[in-house]
């Protein structure tokens, strides 16, 4: 990210890879905001503001991590309601979740996600990976939200 | 057989009977006719020859007459014209006789009726010459020589050849009777044999008819239980194919929610290692110690090495015991991933297919020194990916339990049944114990010595599989004498039921 102004919304339900990943991104030299939402209310609450509008964002640029085994909803509500605003649906989305489910795939995809990653679990990989994620965010160009 | 093929055959079956009824009445009357006309033929054989025997007669008759006539007329013997008169009273007789012979024949009454003018012509000329000589004795008496007596060996002759005619005569009569008799006893046993042949082919007859019928009605019976239990075998296939799509969606998900964790465990894991490191350096600082100019971390105490040491065995510990972990889950997830793939029928020849894995199986092979040996195989209709990875299993299976001092062989025969075919894998390797054979296809189960890698899912996911072709997959083996391994598939991938 060109600005260190690219705000990270993570959108993740277990604490523990909440920690890891923020962790790891930081390792990576990232050293933009992370703001943490541990459900799917709270992340469109966030994002979409109380009135739905998404102007609470206006003139900056976000960056959507989104875990799909939230509590409250399926992840790919979020993303679809995303995707669907017309204020936010140029948000990159960057889906991260443990499924490799080649079905989930083709419809996260289909639903408009940006990028699909899978969690790994063995040896160093999984902080391997988030850290080379850390370094593709650094060099992804995020536009800004406008209305 | 279908009812219509029945109706065909029984329809034939009387043809063909009415065909050989019908021949035998046909060659029985015709013999029958045959030997009537024999008869009748015989009649007039005989009648031939007792009209020549008459006419004979009458011809030697005529000329005893004439030879009396003659010898009267030499020597005016009384004796001459007595033996003419006998044989011209003899006469009339014969001819009487040889129009009773020649029937209503007019051809043969014709000549009958010319034969008696002629002869009475002859009687006329001779009584003429009689009467001509009678006038010449009667006028010179000196003419008339005396009688000269028959010779007595002409009567013996007479008398012989006459008692010899009648003798044949009376044979003649016995031998007709006898013919006749004979041809009536060949038309009473031609009657008889056919009767008897029409009888027993009637009954034979019956006989298979009666076994046909008691045949088809036992063939529909078995259509008819087949049917049945097609039905039922449908249902409870149907039952089995959901509950098992119930269970693996269960193994989907279970073994995604216990990936999270497990993410946790081995990231934090890590993060324990950093700090450990970090801890460490700040360990040696605080002995006083110096870093290393390369960087490296200081020299502790042996007392500090043995706790850095402790630690890092067990995070070592929580870390293998997580890569196992997910080997296992993923273990699971590939096998019900596959679960739930659609099979995509084709023709597969098992014997290209058997061929090709053991070529990708070269290195195993050479390096447990093995010989595989593949058969002729049947070629089936089925999921292509499916059958390599069952029998892939099985023979890197085959090759992993040899012996160790024996040299492998390997053999895969097969052959086919209808509907299905049926495959071995034999081996000459270590066995598998009776009280083993259930435990080897359990997940994650192993048996026998474990010295050699492996998880226990490869003969669990192949059971799987072959279940979910429609086949079953057994095993024969005793510890220390091979083993042979049975899969039973069909030749065509039976139709799943919507998903």
Known sequence: MTSTAVEIVMIEDDEGHALLIERNIRRAGINNSITHCANGASALNYLLGADGAGTLHKGRALLVLLDLNLPDMMGYDVLELIKKHDVLRRMPVVILTTTSNSEEINRCYELGCNVYLTKPVNSDSFADAIRQIGLFFSVIQVPRIIT | ?499
């Open chain 2, 1 to 499: 057989m279908t009812p219509e093929a029945a109706r065909k055959r029984s329809v034939w079956q009387v043809v063909i009977l009415t065909t050989a009824f019908l021949i035998i009445v046909a060659v029985t009357g015709l013999s029958l006719l045959l030997t009537q006309q024999l008869r009748e033929e015989n009649k007039y054989v005989v009648r031939s020859f007792e009209i020549q025997r008459e006419i004979l007669k009458i011809q030697l008759e005529m000329r005893r007459a004439e030879s009396s006539v003659r010898s009267f007329l030499l020597s005016g013997s009384t004796d001459a014209l007595q033996k003419y008169e006998e044989s011209i009273g003899e006469i009339p007789q014969i001819l009487a006789e040889l129009r009773g012979l020649s029937g209503a024949d007019p051809g043969q009454l014709d000549a009958g009726n010319r034969l008696q003018t002629a002869i009475a012509n002859q009687l006329i000329k001779f009584e003429d010459a009689i009467r001509i000589g009678k006038a010449a004795f009667a006028a010179n008496p000196a003419l008339a020589r005396p009688d000269i007596p028959d010779e007595p060996t002409i009567s013996q002759v007479r008398e012989i050849s006459t008692k010899l005619f009648d003798e044949e005569t009376r044979d003649l009569q016995e031998n007709i009777a006898s013919a006749d008799n004979t041809q009536r006893l060949v038309s009473r046993a031609a009657i008889a044999g056919a009767l008897l042949v029409l009888l027993l082919a009637g009954f034979s007859a019956h006989l298979i008819r009666r076994s046909l019928r008691a045949r088809d009605y036992a063939a529909a019976q078995l259509r008819h239980s087949n049917d049945d239990l097609e039905i039922a075998v449908a249902e409870r296939t149907a039952d089995l194919q959901e509950a098992n799509h119930e269970i693996q969606r269960f193994a989907y998900i279970v073994s995604h929610d216990l990936r999270a964790p497990l993410v946790n465990i081995m990231g934090f894991t890590t993060e324990l290692e950093q700090l450990h490191g970090t801890m460490v350096q700040r360990l040696g600082v605080l002995a006083g110690l110096e870093g290393k100019p390369d960087g490296a971390a200081p020299s502790l105490a042996e007392k500090d090495k043995q706790l850095a040491t402790d630690f890092l065995e067990a995070t070592g510990f929580i870390r293998s015991s997580v890569e196992k972990m997910d080997r296992l889950i993923s273990a699971i997830l590939r096998m019900t991933r596959e679960g739930r793939r659609e099979f995509t029928p084709e023709a597969v020849s098992l014997k290209e297919l058997m061929e090709s894995i053991v070529t990708t199986l070269a290195h195993q092979v050479s390096q447990a020194d093995a010989t595989v040996i593949i058969r002729d195989l049947p070629t089936i209709a089925s999921d292509r990916l499916s059958l390599e990875q069952i029998f892939s299993n099985l023979l890197e299976n085959a090759l992993k339990y040899l012996k160790p001092d024996v040299p492998g062989l390997i053999e895969v025969r097969g052959g086919s049944r209808p509907g299905y075919v049926i495959i071995e894998v034999i081996d000459n390797g270590c066995g598998i114990a009776l009280k083993d054979h259930q435990r080897i296809f359990d997940l994650f189960r192993r048996a026998g010595k474990q010295d050699k890698p492996g998880q226990g899912i490869g003969l669990a996911h192949a059971r799987a599989l072959v279940r979910k072709l429609g086949g079953a997959l057994t095993v024969e083996s005793q510890l220390d004498k091979g083993s042979t391994f049975t899969i039973t598939l069909p030749t065509e991938l039976p139709q799943i039921g919507p998903r």
